[in-house]
């Protein structure tokens, strides 16, 4: 059977291949195989089975493709330090950039690095170390200072420079002298004045960085012998997505519950009434809850609850809740395992948006009290997209956020009709690597995951 297009998703754990026909009128998603990932040995061997489990669902003998595209979150996927000057300008920008990039990041320094922060790289042997500081003829030795020390590793660690432009060519002579040329990429400054977030630029070299080095990563080293387009870390692939949708019908969140993290993507315009005070807030914003999922941490989130509360919600006792726990799968089979799996869910997503979403705070100053926005204005997004197996596959997810959005009426949460949609297909991770080559079928199957005809007009919709 010939196919235009498959689409590799490289977890940790498991590989899965969404099959693709993109030429003609309508683009159509067909069918996906799945097999676990073999991350220990050869990542290609679990490649080629999810491509042999898609040609026996698809009920044929042998598939042939003209193109693979990659997403992969394989090997602890792209897993970043960030080091900057000022935590809420420099860091926050560059930090903005990585996580907007599908990064994982395992330290975020401010200020010149201590001997401790030296320790917890070298330690961490991050995949991509980011450095940042200064605005553009602004501040320069602390971006200097932390080059240095950070050469002196002598780690053979990719590192991106994406402070003070003031400082380019002293950067250039500092891996000169070290041999360590190889390894540098100089960006535009992420923060380039105050107030200003230049973060796609950034963007763009840590995946163009994360595709030519992970084939260091243990098992991807014959990932490119399948794969002859271009991988992107998993999640920055659902931000891409995300990217795609807001371009097409404006400001919007997806909201992805994973086994391991809770993700939230959203990219939004604030209102005009506190859009004065959202000066520095990147238009994109990632946050990832590594603490949040309902498997691999899915212990994490039981201790969110109080006590016996959990038993309450779902209506069993103390030792019938301890049994279902013991025997806890994330594929729920019972009604009460699905009650679990659900209450779980509902735990990651107001939890994830507490922590995403902006707040309203008090403040008192020399005319008196005021209440002003702090964080993330969501208040105009009218379209929430729920992605991630739990939210897709669970009956009534979409009454999780809309109980949120009532309960929180001092957060930044949607203040306009909303309309709530499940990725059904669950093709978002694949469309967001697709779209970077062909955007308007990424498109055109994103609206049909989505269910969203063509007189869909989300000025005119209700909630």
Do not use: W
């Not at 003070?164 to 923060?191: A, G, P, Q, T």
């Not at 197996?389 to 979409?398: H, M, R, S, W, Y």
């Not at 093709?427 to 989505?450: C, D, F, Q, R, T």
């Amino acid at each position: 059977m010939k196919i235009d297009v498959l689409v590799a998703e490289i977890g940790s754990t498991t590989t899965i291949v969404n099959a693709f026909n993109i030429k003609g009128e309508k683009p159509r998603f067909l069918n996906r195989g799945v097999s676990n990932t073999t991350v220990d040995s050869d990542v290609t061997i679990g490649l080629n089975a999810a491509i042999d489990d898609l040609t026996k669902n698809m009920n044929t003998d042998k598939i042939i493709f003209d193109e693979m595209f990659a997403t992969s979150s394989a090997a602890g996927g792209l897993k970043m330090s960030v080091h900057g000057l000022v935590y809420e300008m420099t860091v926050k920008a560059a930090k903005e950039a990585a996580l907007n990039a599908g990064a994982n990041l395992h330290l975020v320094t401010a200020n010149k690095l201590s001997d401790l922060n030296l320790e917890e790289i070298k330690e961490l042997q991050p995949n991509i170390i980011l450095i940042a500081g200064g605005t553009d003829y602004g501040e320069r030795e602390t971006a200097l200072y932390n080059t240095k020390k950070i050469l002196e590793l002598d780690l053979e660690v990719p590192i991106i420079y994406a402070g003070n432009i003031e400082n380019h060519k002293y950067i250039l002579k500092y891996f000169d002298e070290k041999n360590k040329s190889h390894l540098l990429k100089i960006v535009e400054n992420v923060y380039p004045r105050v107030d200003y977030m230049n973060i796609y630029p950034l963007r763009k070299v840590i995946y163009e960085t994360f595709e030519e080095n992970i084939v260091h990563a243990k098992g991807m080293d014959h990932i490119f012998d399948i794969v002859d387009s271009r991988i992107v870390p998993t999640p920055g692939s659902v931000m891409e997505s995300t990217m795609i949708l807001n371009k097409a019908f404006g400001n919007i969140m997806t909201i992805d519950v994973g086994g391991a993290t809770t993700d939230i993507h959203s990219i939004a315009l604030p209102s005009e009434e506190f859009a004065k005070y959202q000066e520095g807030e990147a238009l994109s914003k990632r946050t990832v809850e590594g603490d949040l999922g309902v498997f691999i941490n899915f212990s994490n989130v039981l201790s969110l609850f109080k006590e016996n509360e959990l038993e309450e919600i779902i209506g069993l006792d103390e030792l019938s809740m301890e049994k279902q726990i013991k025997d806890y799968s994330y594929i729920p089979i019972t009604e009460i395992q699905r009650k679990l799996v659900f209450e779980l869910t509902r735990k990651c997503v107001i939890e994830g948006l507490n922590r995403h979403v902006g707040d309203l705070k008090r403040v008192f100053t020399t005319n008196g009290q005021k209440v002003i926005p702090y964080g993330k204005d969501l208040s105009q997004v009218s379209i929430i997209v729920l992605t991630g197996g739990a939210l897709i596959n669970l009956e009534n997810t979409e009454q999780i956020v809309k109980d949120y959005i009532k309960k929180n009426p001092t957060k930044l949460v949607p203040q306009v009709k909303i309309n709530i949609f499940k990725d059904n297909d669950y093709i978002m991770a694949s469309l967001g690597v697709l779209s970077l080559k062909y955007p308007e079928e990424a498109l055109l199957l994103l609206k049909n995951s989505l269910r969203i005809g063509d007189d869909f007009d989300v000025s005119t919709s209700k909630n």
